[in-house]
């Protein structure tokens, strides 16, 4: 048995201890706002913060986040009003919306890490995040805006 | 009584009646289905001149259009009203435009509007084909007759309550008013009475004068989905999850047409959560939805799942195709595109203008097999118990969906219910619902809901490619520089091999995308098909057919202007010619994008009018430092005109860097300027994504790359500096035409034209990959 903390949840889990934490969150715990898009970590569909680090929930197996906190994008903010998010809002960023989750994921930890990035630290850091919509322009501005108060 | 629901139930989907097909009656089972179940009113068929400036081909396509405000609007009590999309939401922002210009046109305040997702039902709700950038096009019209018959129903109540003539009252935000009385009475107050009238004749209706809009041609309007998509609860087809629902990833054939010869389940079953494994039997390739079959393992959870297929062993028999590969196919595409083919288009005498000219310039362009690869891969959940069926997925096309899972079936099409989720983006792919179809045959099987998760490899190597080609140009100039000859060959496995087997000619849809429709202003033209066979699924991708032409045609004027020593705009300019309508009369089948041409010309005025707006806007001549350089195409497609420039920077390494892009379109009267835009930002990096990287190669029959590593797509760091938008305001009664598509063309020529004035090298073969570091 398994227990792992997610958005400052206990659950449980008693099956395969290598089953990549992604699978978990969608299939087990429900929390289907975290995206498959490639499953090796090329995409960043599934970015997860796991402690403050932004990490791709399609290749970290359960047992690797044993003991630390898992935050998914439904726990990013209690009201969904983190600065990202807003900026998200407010620049009109998503089309079919299906990677931006883990954009905002990305982008929160970035901040987190670095709260006024520059414009090659923004395109740095979101690099791994790929939208085939091709929202980038709206990305980037977005995480300028929230870096500087939305 | 009035005819609101036009429908042709003898009109196939899917383009079946180019070419030859078995099944040519498959939709007539739904002859007067909506009629019996008493959603829709019979009455004569109205006359659609008197209702709009323009026509649409809207009523061609399978079903045509409803416009019963019964069907699309409800109002409680409360006042909420409920607004139907009935098409799918994919990223374009239908699923807020098209509501939006309900609301506009009943008056209904948008903040108390709630929008429901249609399931799949033509009869009831019209075409839902969601491709081809027709919505607003087709539906612009319709949802504005609907909001204007619920807004008359409303004053009609409204009046009678107060015993005064209907003419004295009038809906305003969410409210009629008697403004003679000082009187007024909320829509939720009105709604039982409304619901009482009778729906007013079309012909009758009062559409509101474009001055007094609200909503329309501002952008100030926020897609509905914004706030779910940001915080995690936006539905997709992936997170639909059922009690008992099982998960299943299949091993289908590697090589299109290929079979399981021999399958062995064992090691599968070793794996954590396995539960069982299926062989499925093979499909006809050809098949224009049908899956490919192979091997299914279900398990509980999707990692499960397809770490047990992953383990799975499989003989195939690749049967016919497996000999299918890029380098050797490319040359026997070129090698077809040196002699004569099916002539498509002909004025003058171009064999003879050629010999006779001055100089000929020949270009011959290569466009491998791209992958859609949208973010979410193909999935879906179904529910099949007994004779009915339940299907929740991505689906670009729900009616069709609906209709093939119950052939598929055997059951009757009312048994079957398609729920839309929200489409991780679509691109054509989810035009096709063979994943649907695997979801449906084995929840059958199995006797419990499935969910069927393809994984990204599964996407890339077994979907629906973009077709491969090469087009040929030779242009002919006289002494003085003008181009007086133009042959235009174009060779490429067709869609319409997946409807009909051997089929090597290109069909009118993809001919009328950038060949036959060639705009330019050239006395000895002849645009010619030689054969191809397919070896590979081709279906539609967006902008489809348009981005090899407009990569020959406006990388062929480049080259023109270079051997002619002329500024590229200006020999674009040139190339276009007079302002005026142009005349086709020797091609049999002008396609049009399904539009009628008498409101849908092919208009030179307007395709010079977004080269000269981008030119202006986008600083076209500004000098540039050395090893930058400036590129610009137009292209029209979904009858709506585009035009890009391009700014570029290589360094002596061969590194590519697009500082700039400027884009003018001009799609007509439109609804949501800001999605717009971001359509157009988005069709900038989809085709920075095929020019530069996109490539899916064949060797032994089998796609050779899997995922974002070998088939990779524009990220961040690589994205253009600035993308800036241009939108050319329509001119009164101007119809609307596509947005989702027609960016995408002009990009990747302009990309090239600006690398060839940064570099002197002249790309021919996309992608660019390294070809700039030699």
Known sequence: MITLKINGQQKNWDGDPDLPLLWFLRDEAGLTGTKYGCGQALCGAC???????????????????????????????????????????????????????????????????????????????????????????????????????? | MIMNIRTNPKKLRGFEHYVKVDNVSRRSILKGLGLAGGFVLAAPVMSRPALAAYQTGADKMPHGTVVDPRVFVAIAPDGIVTIVAHRAEMGT???????????????????????????????????QDTDGSRSTRHYLIPMRQIGASARSMLETAAAKRWGVPAAEVKAVNHEVVHSATSRRIGFGDLAADAAKESV?????????????????????????????????????????RLPGMKY??????????????????????????????????????????????????????????????????????????????????????????????????KEGDVEAALKGADKVITGEYYLPHLAH????????????SGDKAEIWGPVQSAGGTREDVAKTLGIPEANVTVNVTLLGGGFGRKSKCDFAIEAALLSKELGAPVKVQWTREDDVRTGFLHTVSVERIEAGLDKSGKVTAWRHRSVAPTIASTFAAGAKNQAPFEIGMGLVDMPFEIANVQCENPEAAAHHRIGWFRSVSNIPRAFAVQSMVAEIAKATNRDPKDMLLELIGSPRIVKLDSVKDLWNYGEPYDSYPIDTARLRKVVELVADKGGWGRSV??????????????????????????????????????????????????RIQSQIEGAAIMGMSLAKHGA????????????????????????????????????????????????????????INAIFAATGKRIRAMPIGKQLEA
């Open chain 1, 47 to 150: 970015t997860v913060i796991v402690d403050k680090q932004a990490v791709r929930a399609c290749v970290t197996s359960v047992s690797d986040v044993v003991g630390r906190e898992v935050t998914t994008i439904e726990g990013l903010h209690p009201t969904g009003d983190h600065a990202v998010q807003k900026a998200w809002r407010q620049l009109n960023v998503p089309q079919c919306g299906f990677c931006q989750a883990g954009q905002i994921m990305q982008a929160a930890a970035l901040l987190n890490d670095n709260p006024k990035p520059n414009h090659d630290q923004i395109r740095e850091a979101m690099a791994g995040n790929i939208c085939r919509c091709g929202c980038y322009q709206r990305i980037e501005n977005a995480v300028h805006l929230a870096s500087t108060g939305v």
């Open chain 2, 93 to 127: 922002g239908v699923r807020t435009s098209l509501p939006m210009i309900v609301a506009e046109e009943m008056e209904a305040d948008w903040s108390r509007v709630r929008i429901q997702q249609a399931h799949g039902d033509e009869v009831k709700f019209g075409n």
């Open chain 2, 200 to 240: 007013p004749s079309v012909e009758g209706l009062k559409l509101k004068d474009p001055k007094d809009f609200r909503y329309l041609g501002k952008g100030q309007i926020s897609v509905v989905d914004l706030r779910d998509i940001t915080v995690g609860t936006a539905r997709y087809g992936a997170d639909v």
């Open chain 2, 248 to 345: 299943a990833v299949i091993a289908r054939p590697p090589v299109t047409g290929g079979k399981v010869a021999s399958f062995d389940g064992s090691a599968a079953m070793k794996v954590s959560g396995y539960q069982e494994v299926m062989a499925g039997s093979a499909w006809p390739w050809r098949s224009s939805v049908q899956p490919l079959g192979g091997g299914a393992v279900i398990a509980r959870k999707t990692g499960d799942a397809t770490k047990g297929r992953n383990a799975v062993k499989i003989v195939w028999d690749d049967g016919p195709n497996g000999k299918y590969e890029s380098a050797a196919y490319r040359a026997e595409l070129e090698a077809a595109a040196r002699k004569p083919g099916l002539v498509l288009r």
């Open chain 2, 373 to 384: 690869v949208a973010m979410e891969p193909p999935v879906a959940v179904a529910n099949v």
């Open chain 2, 625 to 674: 430092p050395k090893g930058h350089g400036l590129g610009i195409a137009a292209h029209r497609s979904f009858v709506s005109y585009v035009a890009t420039i391009v700014e570029v920077a290589v360094d002596d390494k061969g590194k590519l860097t697009v500082l700039r892009v400027d884009t003018a379109i001009d799609c007509g009267t439109y609804v949501n300027p800001e």
């Open chain 2, 696 to 751: 899916i190669t064949f060797k032994d029959g089998k796609v050779q790359q899997g995922n974002f590593d070998d088939f990779p797509v524009i990220r961040m760091d690589e994205a253009p500096g600035v993308t800036n938008v241009y939108i050319v305001p329509p001119g009164p009664d101007t119809p609307p035409s596509g947005v989702g598509e027609p960016g995408v063309p002009p990009f990747a020529p302009a990309l």
